[in-house]
Each structure stands twice: as structure tokens, then as C-alpha cells.
């Protein structure tokens, strides 16, 4: 049975799919970029904003966007007037991360080319989307004729997938959600042969000193939290201040499940919109 499962996600192309029942508070268009798809929400009954946000979702590397996240999404672009970007990037174990990045690297530079200067642009992910979205700061980076977005959104961030920080295990006694084991098997496929210590699938070991605005939202009963003060510790020895941004209480991606106490759920939301419209 586990050979057969293994065997059906190598052969199949797992892809992100249009929501059944769009919202009449926004659009959805569809467009193809290297044979995947591209989803770009914009507000229906609210004024569009100057905020353009290119957001990678979560689920280990290995799952599409859930209905979860188109709902996240379409408060986003209700309650901030903001046009949002997910892409339908490569997932694995049929793909690894140079799938990833030769789509997202390229990717950047067309989106970033076309938004005006009057525009604010946002980076955002969720888990896997929050490790993905830092490894690709750290890529662009290096290089002279990409420019930096004006804020960077990590929500629950994956930043390394060995997982071997000793305080994991402390949490993991709380996390009800993840678990590490099964977290680092997909970690595995994700990086692929030679790839376990690219800072592309482990972007806390990546090149920090010419990052800016990043902020993190992170919760006391995820197993991610403790690499989430690794970074800030690292970043603090190149003197770039990482903003975390710490719900007690709060499970793994919470503002998107919504699997918490309600006034935790409330809080974090809040905190993000008002980023985000500020």
C-alpha cells in the first residue's frame, strides 16, 4: 500500500485548482507560466490598493493550496484592497527545489519588472511557502539587478528541513499538528539528491546580510518556533533585525486553519492586515 502511494504522487503532477465557489468579493484570473499555473486575485467590491503580494502557500513542499488558503487569501484581498499572486509552483517528490527555483527566480524579475514605483511589493508564505519565500530573498539577493520587496511575511515558516534544533523536541510535546518525522521525509524529497544542506532547501543557513523587513508570525505550539530564534540569532551577528512576531498558544499556521482559541486567531490577523495596509 505505501509503495503504491509512493509510486501515484511520483507519477502524478499535484497542481493547485481553481476554487469551486469564488467569492463575490474578488476575481481570479488564471495564467500559465512554464506549464504551471499562476492564480492572480484582485478585489471585486473594494478599491484596489498599491499592494501587490506574491504569496507561496504552505503544505510541506508536497500538497497544494487547501480551500483554507484561498479563504485566507480572499480576506487578504478584501480586508487590504491588495492584489495577491500565488503561484502554482512544482511540488514534490514528482519535483524537487531546482524545479522550484527555476520557476520562482525568473518568475520574480517578470513581476518585479512590471510593478510601477509607486506600488508596494510584498512576499508572503505560509510553512514551506515561508521557507521558500526567505531561500528566494536570499537568492535574489546576490544579485544586482533584482530589486528587494518593500516587506517580506513569514506566517509559521519552515526554515529548515533536518530539523534538528534540540528544542523541537520540547514543543513537539504540545504540537498536536506536525510531526517531525513525517515532516522530514517530505523534507527529503524536497531536496533531492545533494541538495540536504543547499541553503535553498534550508534558507536559515542562507546569506542574511543584505536582507531587510522581514517579519515573522510564529506560535508557542508549533515545532517550527525554535528555528524561527535560530534565525533571529544568526541574523543578529550580521546586524539584520528579523521581526518576530509570537502568539502564545498558537499552533502551526493558525491565521490560515483557524484552529485556535478565537481571540489568538483574532489577534494575529488583525496585526497582519494592519502590516500590510501600514
Same mark, same amino acid.
Given at each position: 500500500?505505501?509503495?503504491?502511494?509512493?509510486? &501515484?504522487?511520483?507519477?502524478?503532477? $499535484?497542481?493547485?485548482?481553481?476554487?469551486?465557489?469564488?467569492?463575490?468579493?474578488?476575481?481570479?484570473?488564471?495564467?500559465?507560466?512554464?506549464?504551471?499555473?499562476?492564480?492572480?486575485?484582485?478585489?471585486?467590491?473594494?478599491?484596489?490598493?498599491?499592494? $501587490?503580494?506574491?504569496?507561496? @502557500?504552505?503544505?510541506?513542499?508536497?500538497?497544494?493550496?487547501?480551500?483554507? @488558503?484561498?479563504?485566507?487569501?480572499?480576506?487578504?484581498?478584501?480586508?487590504? =484592497?491588495?492584489?495577491?499572486?500565488?503561484?502554482?509552483?512544482?511540488?514534490?517528490?514528482? @519535483?524537487?527545489?531546482?524545479?522550484?527555483? +527555476?520557476?520562482? !527566480?525568473?518568475?520574480?524579475?517578470?513581476?518585479?519588472?512590471?510593478?510601477? #514605483?509607486?506600488?508596494?511589493?510584498?512576499?508572503?508564505?505560509d510553512s514551506a511557502g515561508g521557507g521558500l519565500s526567505?531561500?528566494?530573498? /536570499?537568492?535574489?539577493?546576490?544579485?544586482?539587478?533584482?530589486?528587494?520587496?518593500?516587506?517580506?511575511?513569514? !506566517?509559521?515558516?519552515?526554515?529548515?528541513?533536518?530539523?534538528? +534544533? #534540540?528544542?523541537?523536541?520540547?514543543?513537539q510535546k504540545r504540537d498536536k499538528k506536525l510531526n517531525?518525522?513525517?515532516?522530514?521525509? #517530505?523534507?527529503?524529497?524536497?531536496? =533531492?539528491? =545533494?541538495?540536504?544542506?543547499?541553503?535553498?532547501?534550508?534558507?536559515?543557513?542562507?546569506?542574511?546580510?543584505?536582507?531587510?523587513?522581514?517579519?515573522?508570525?510564529?506560535?508557542?505550539?508549533?515545532?517550527?518556533?525554535?528555528?524561527? &530564534? /535560530?534565525?533571529?540569532?544568526?541574523?543578529?551577528?550580521?546586524?539584520?533585525?528579523?521581526? !518576530?512576531?509570537?502568539?502564545?498558544?498558537?499552533? @502551526?499556521?493558525?491565521?490560515?486553519?483557524?484552529?485556535?482559541?478565537?481571540?489568538? $486567531?483574532?489577534? =494575529? &490577523?488583525?496585526?497582519?492586515?494592519?502590516?500590510? +495596509?501600514?
Amino acid at each position: 500500500m505505501i509503495i503504491a502511494v509512493i509510486v &501515484y504522487f511520483m507519477t502524478v503532477d $499535484i497542481e493547485t485548482k481553481e476554487p469551486r465557489n469564488l467569492s463575490k468579493t474578488m476575481n481570479l484570473q488564471i495564467k500559465k507560466y512554464m506549464d504551471r499555473k499562476i492564480f492572480i486575485v484582485t478585489p471585486k467590491e473594494k478599491e484596489q490598493t498599491n499592494k $501587490i503580494i506574491l504569496y507561496f @502557500h504552505g503544505g510541506a513542499y508536497m500538497a497544494e493550496a487547501t480551500k483554507q @488558503h484561498w479563504k485566507f487569501i480572499e480576506d487578504i484581498v478584501k480586508d487590504t =484592497g491588495a492584489t495577491v499572486i500565488m503561484p502554482d509552483y512544482p511540488l514534490t517528490p514528482k @519535483h524537487n527545489y531546482k524545479d522550484v527555483f +527555476n520557476m520562482v !527566480i525568473p518568475l520574480y524579475k517578470e513581476i518585479e519588472d512590471k510593478i510601477d #514605483s509607486n506600488k508596494e511589493f510584498i512576499i508572503m508564505g505560509d510553512s514551506a511557502g515561508g521557507g521558500l519565500s526567505l531561500a528566494l530573498l /536570499e537568492k535574489i539577493s546576490q544579485y544586482s539587478d533584482y530589486k528587494l520587496p518593500n516587506k517580506t511575511i513569514l !506566517i509559521s515558516p519552515w526554515l529548515d528541513v533536518r530539523l534538528n +534544533n #534540540s528544542e523541537i523536541e520540547i514543543v513537539q510535546k504540545r504540537d498536536k499538528k506536525l510531526n517531525k518525522e513525517a515532516l522530514k521525509i #517530505s523534507g527529503m524529497a524536497y531536496a =533531492g539528491e =545533494g541538495g540536504d544542506d543547499s541553503y535553498l532547501v534550508n534558507p536559515i543557513d542562507g546569506e542574511l546580510s543584505n536582507l531587510k523587513d522581514i517579519i515573522i508570525f510564529t506560535g508557542t505550539k508549533d515545532i517550527l518556533n525554535p528555528d524561527v &530564534y /535560530e534565525l533571529e540569532k544568526r541574523a543578529k551577528e550580521v546586524d539584520v533585525k528579523v521581526d !518576530i512576531r509570537e502568539y502564545q498558544n498558537a499552533s @502551526h499556521i493558525w491565521l490560515i486553519d483557524k484552529d485556535c482559541e478565537k481571540e489568538v $486567531i483574532e489577534k =494575529g &490577523y488583525k496585526d497582519l492586515i494592519e502590516l500590510i +495596509n501600514n
